[in-house]
């Protein structure tokens, strides 16, 4: 009971990790590129401003779609938190893309178009290897739970590779350099959340905040009973991202897919066959 | 008819039975304890957060540039994300002439920024019209839209576009958190013809 309410608190306070964790980012990358940077509490700051910007929405639906998108990511993160199953994890983080994308679309604005359609070529490029993950946990494992997979011994020894493919594709699903292209600023200025504003554009901002939590537990995942390692892991991806980003440029969405189906996809299916047949 | 949260005036009490009430001591009266600090903490918040709309014309937009980059770094006041879409932009910044035909393309820009926003009219052909005294440019923007603070300089430096910013900082912070109900605000738009 004691357990259930703990981890109910942490799945309430998980926005505000989140977006704490999106300031520091912001003054990390900010400190790498020799500049100052905003606060760290910027993205609080963003959330209290849009709270109170004024109602605008193209239509009902759309703002809809928008909100649907915050829920359904925040019902991940609760069935991650709460030690449920990585599969049902894995696609209720796909639901809420999916959502984001037919938000993205349902507007006449072409560059909402654009930016649902780049985010779903993104989908194509991440989700099989998650997928792959979650089948590759299970053969080590022998089951998708992620409470026995965190009381169980750590995964990085039995499966180096595909957390080395989890951090190659990790850039397209966070949406960083080199592979940014779903919410490209300078191009198709800023992806499938362009046409939100005010309060619906609030809730697609707090699901970013919540997509860095779903990904640095995914890779928690792999430090398995050994939370320190885990813990270990998280703060090195946290890095390994932030260099990445501010040392690459953006590449062509063909030369994303590309990389994702034959370096990051191969990477995973090996340690795949490895595990099935030992 | 625009959501509104909070009422700007304050309710009469109905009271109808003989109770006596208490006249508040001068300094007491007004906006509530409870409201100021809501003013307060979004002041705050809108003041660290102004996502800069740039409508860059000419020369100052490059100034722009280079206070947005490295070394003048405008993300240190909270205005790292510049955003293309006028929904979801607070400060829409003016640099560069803008010529009589471009002056409805402004307005309109304007009329689709969500309410609160901010205008700074940068350099001093966005201000007053600068050196085109001619038949083709409007002599200061201020003839279509409101403007908050006029940044002077041809071009400004990165240093005086920041002054400017930090002077809007100031505007925000202090300001009520509707200033967009109050009279004096409607009335400014309607002298511009807007609602």
């Known amino acids: ?278 | 008819m625009r959501p509104v949260r909070f009422n700007i005036n304050a309710k009469k009490a109905n009271i109808q039975d003989a109770v006596a009430t208490v006249q508040a001591p001068p300094g007491f009266s007004g906006e509530g304890f409870f409201t100021t600090k809501m003013s307060d903490v979004v002041g705050l918040a809108r003041k660290n957060s102004m996502w800069p709309l740039p409508f860059a014309t000419s020369c100052c937009g490059i100034e722009f540039m280079a206070t947005m980059a490295s070394h003048y770094d405008l993300s240190r006041f909270g205005a790292e994300r510049v955003g293309f879409s006028p929904r979801q932009c607070d400060l829409l910044m003016v640099m560069g002439t803008i010529s009589k035909k471009m002056g409805p393309v402004l307005r309109q820009v304007y009329l689709q920024m969500a309410e609160p926003r901010w205008v700074l009219s940068v350099g001093a052909c966005a201000s007053s019209g600068g050196i085109f005294d001619t038949y083709s440019v409007l002599q200061g923007i201020d003839q279509v839209i409101p403007v908050d603070v006029y940044v002077p300089g041809c071009p400004p430096r990165p240093e005086a576009i920041i002054d400017g910013f930090m002077r809007i900082q100031d505007l925000v912070g202090q300001e009520s958190i509707r200033r967009r109900n109050s009279e004096q605000y409607k009335a400014l738009l309607n002298s511009y013809g807007i609602e």
């Open chain 1, 1 to 278: 009971m004691q357990s259930i309410i703990i981890l109910s608190i942490l799945v309430l306070l998980a926005p505000l990790v989140g977006g704490l964790v999106y300031g520091i980012e912001r003054k990390v990358k900010a400190r790498m590129q020799n500049r100052m940077g905003p606060n760290i509490l910027q993205p609080f700051y963003d959330f209290f401003k849009l709270a109170d910007k004024r109602l605008v929405m193209v239509h009902s639906t759309h703002a809809f779609l928008g909100v649907m998108h915050f829920i359904s990511i925040w019902v991940a993160v609760a069935v991650l938190i709460f030690g449920g199953d990585l599969i049902l994890v894995i696609f209720l983080h796909l639901l809420s893309t999916a959502l984001l994308i037919m938000g993205g679309f349902s507007t006449r604005s072409i560059f909402s178009h654009l930016g649902a359609n780049r985010t779903a070529i993104s989908i194509l490029a991440y989700e099989p290897v998650l997928i792959i993950m979650a089948v590759s946990i299970y053969a080590v494992n022998g089951s998708f739970q992620i409470s026995s997979i965190i009381g169980s011994e750590p995964l990085l020894y039995k499966m180096p590779l595909t957390f080395i493919a989890l951090l190659l594709i990790l850039p397209i699903k966070l949406k960083k350099s080199p592979f940014d292209v779903a919410e490209a600023h300078q191009e198709i200025a800023g992806g499938a959340e362009i046409e939100y504003s005010g309060i619906f554009f609030e809730a697609i901002y707090t699901a970013k905040w919540l997509d860095y939590i779903f990904v640095y537990a995914l890779v928690f995942l792999f430090g398995g009973s050994n939370y320190l390692l885990g813990a270990g892991l998280v703060v090195g991806t946290f890095i390994y991202l932030n260099a990445l980003d501010n040392s690459s440029a953006r590449v062509d969405y063909r030369q994303m897919l590309k990389f994702s189906y034959f370096v990051a996809l191969p990477v995973a299916f090996i340690n795949l066959l490895i595990t099935l047949f030992n």
